[in-house]
């Protein structure tokens, strides 16, 4: 069945290193979409990428989909510890009603 | 972050029980979703409403039962649940049901089978 895949499942880094987590679809998608959970928190939306090759910035965060639209990234410059919990990536069933999750990377920022 | 608001917060109860979860978005959305977040899996979907109808049903054990009075209310009532049903349930929204909207999520029930 469809699948979406997230690696790693975690991340250790010490605080101003770089994080990346890569997120790889079994079929191409329409978009995908990236959620950051805070430990003890909920999901939150960050952000949608729509075109084949797209790149998105929101200030140290930098998102590709991409050009086959079956993976994408997000990748964090120079980590804080605000950065901290989880983010997963999702992208639609081909029924449209659904979101198919990934199972999240964990960064952990070492002390 | 109000707009989607979940109660209890916390519920422990034994596997006799009956307890309802609540959920009420003040977002103006017309989908609703229901997800069950265990440790180390990914988020599962339970259950889809849009404009109070039920519109998908991921093979949920009948123990767990959704109801949605109205587009801003959406229940979930448990009863007879197994200690593998501990986990947070999520409660979610979006503008309409369909996968390129983002959804939005409230902070979640934690529950406790014993």
């Known amino acids: 069945g469809q699948q979406v895949m997230q690696i790693p499942q975690y991340q250790h880094v010490q605080e101003g290193e770089d994080f990346t987590t890569y997120c790889n679809s079994s079929?191409?998608?329409?978009?995908i979409q990236w959620y950051k959970q805070r430990p003890g928190g909920h999901p939150v939306f960050l952000i949608q990428?729509?075109?084949s090759g797209e790149v998105k910035k929101q200030k140290r965060l930098t998102f590709q989909f991409g050009e086959a639209k079956k993976n994408s990234s997000l990748h964090i410059t120079a980590t804080q510890t605000t950065d901290v919990g989880t983010y997963f990536c999702?992208?639609?069933?081909?029924?449209?009603?659904?979101?198919?999750w990934g199972a999240g990377t964990k960064l952990i920022i070492k002390p | 972050e109000t707009g989607v608001t979940q109660t209890p917060r916390h519920l422990v109860m034994g596997m006799t029980n009956k307890k309802s979860l609540k959920c009420e978005q003040h977002?103006?959305?017309?989908?609703m979703y229901w997800y069950k977040q265990s440790a180390k899996k990914p988020l599962e979907l339970m259950f889809v409403?849009?404009?109070?109808?039920?519109?998908e049903n991921n093979s949920v054990p009948s123990r767990f039962s959704p109801e949605c009075p109205n587009s801003s209310h959406l229940f979930l009532h448990l009863h007879t649940l197994q200690p593998e049903d501990s986990a947070l349930y999520l409660c979610?929204?979006?503008?309409?049901?369909?996968?390129?909207?983002?959804?939005?999520f409230g902070p979640g029930t934690r529950l406790t089978v014993t």
């Open positions: 979610a929204s979006s503008q309409v049901v369909r996968a390129g909207y983002e959804q939005y």
């Open positions: 977002l103006g959305h017309n989908a």
């Open positions: 409403y849009s404009l109070e109808e039920r519109v």
């Open positions: 079929t191409t998608l329409s978009n």
């Open positions: 990428l729509v075109k």
């Open positions: 999702a992208g639609p069933r081909e029924s449209n009603y659904q979101l198919i």
